[in-house]
């Protein structure tokens, strides 16, 4: 089952803007509200991609990755 993020999104002059609300950092923008959705859905892959990979690293010797259900 995929996790399902909210977005906090507006259109300010001629851009869409936007922020994820549960990853602090992840934010972008379009110049439209499909292009913006798009840019937060990649910026929100790479952060969190990112964060695995920070705490695989963290992780000092042998390790278990277990999924918690939210």
Known sequence: ???TYNAVIQQHGEWWIGWV???PGVNS???TRAELLDN???ALEEA???NR???RAAAAG???EVSIPA
Do not use: N
């Open 1 to 3: 089952m995929a996790a």
């Open 21 to 23: 609300e549960e990853v």
């Open 29 to 31: 923008q379009g110049t």
């Open 40 to 42: 937060l859905r990649d």
């Open 48 to 50: 969190l991609e990112m």
């Open 53 to 55: 990979a920070d705490a």
């Open 62 to 64: 042998a390790y278990e």
